[in-house]
Nanobody, 123 residues
Framework: VQLQAFGGGLVQPGDSLRLSCAAS????????VGWFRQAPGKVREFVAS????????IYADSVKGRFTISRANAENAVFLQMNSLKPEDTAVYYC?????????????????WGQGTQVTVSS
C-alpha cells in the first residue's frame, strides 16, 4: 500500500484544518494508521493513531481535545481534524500505516509512510 497525505496549509492561531491520508489500494481496513509530525530542528513526534476498524484511538497529550483522528475504510482514507491550532502545531505532518490492526504511538512500528504535508500556524 502507498499513502498520500494532503490538506495542509497556512492558517492563523485558533483556526482549523482537516488533513487526509489516502491509501492506494483496498482493502485498507486491516491496517492501523497513525499521524506523526516533525517541526524544523526537532525529532518526529507522535500525534494520533487509530485502530484498523476505527473503534479505538490514542492521542499525544499536546493535541488531546483539539485533534480528532477518524477513518473511512470504504474510501481507503484516514483523516485528522485539527481544531484550535497553535503556532507550536507547525510541522510537516505524515501519515503511516502498520501491518497490524492495533494502534501504536511508536513510529518504528509503522512500515509504510506517506509524503508529508506542511501545516503552518502563524498570525
Amino acid at each position: 500500500v502507498q499513502l498520500q497525505a494532503f490538506g495542509g496549509g497556512l492558517v492563523q492561531p485558533g483556526d482549523s484544518l482537516r488533513l487526509s491520508c489516502a491509501a492506494s489500494r483496498s482493502p485498507f481496513s486491516s491496517n492501523a494508521v497513525g499521524w506523526f509530525r516533525q517541526a524544523p530542528g526537532k525529532v518526529r513526534e507522535f500525534v494520533a493513531s487509530i485502530t484498523a476498524n476505527g473503534g479505538n484511538t490514542i492521542y499525544a497529550d499536546s493535541v488531546k481535545g483539539r485533534f480528532t483522528i477518524s477513518r473511512a475504510n470504504a474510501e481507503n482514507a484516514v483523516f485528522l481534524q485539527m481544531n484550535s491550532l497553535k503556532p507550536e502545531d507547525t510541522a510537516v505532518y505524515y501519515c503511516a500505516a502498520r501491518s497490524r490492526s492495533d494502534y501504536s504511538s511508536r513510529d518504528y512500528k509503522y512500515s509504510v509512510w506517506g509524503q508529508g504535508t506542511q501545516v503552518t500556524v502563524s498570525s
